[in-house]
């Protein structure tokens, strides 16, 4: 069964670029990861295991949809495949640090299949922009959640 990601944690991104991963995560990681460009301008970060499950799933997209064509030339033209050093840290390409706009100080967010790396200024106003639409959800979002 594959871990589930959950919570949300403060690391700081050194000088070459490189972050430690937290350590709630490292057991599923410790095999291989790949980061790539996530939506709202974070980077997404799944273990090998789930990315190779997902690029399963991309490959029944039909090359006919433009979208299709659209989505997988954004998200797989900036995967990179990376493995954790000894210190359990991984190093986060220049051209996903400067989609996702990060300097010294990171939230890295569990958010189930995956984890989400975040400038902390746009984690900040991203939550607080959402966190009342969330507590005030009245339909359903997700079928059969609740």
């Keep these: ?32 990861i790949v980061v790539t460009r996530g939506q709202e301008n974070c980077l997404y970060v799944f273990s090998a295991a789930e990315f190779n499950d997902l690029h399963e799933k991309i490959r029944q997209a039909p090359v006919t949809s433009k979208s299709a064509r659209d989505f997988l030339r954004v998200f797989l033209s900036g995967a990179s495949a990376e493995t954790p050093d000894s210190q359990n ?20 967010i569990g958010a189930g299949n995956r984890v989400e790396i975040w400038d902390t200024d746009a984690w900040n106003t991203y939550l607080a922009s959402h966190e009342e639409a969330f507590s005030n ?10």
């Design 1 to 32: 069964m594959a871990q589930m990601f959950l919570g949300t944690h403060s690391p700081k991104l050194d000088d070459k670029g490189r972050v430690i991963l937290p350590a709630k995560f490292r057991n599923e990681l410790a095999e291989g």
């Design 89 to 108: 840290r991984i190093t986060l390409p220049a051209n996903l640090r400067q989609y996702a706009g990060l300097d010294r100080d990171l939230t890295v």
């Design 137 to 146: 959800t009245t339909e359903e979002v997700i079928p059969g959640l609740f």
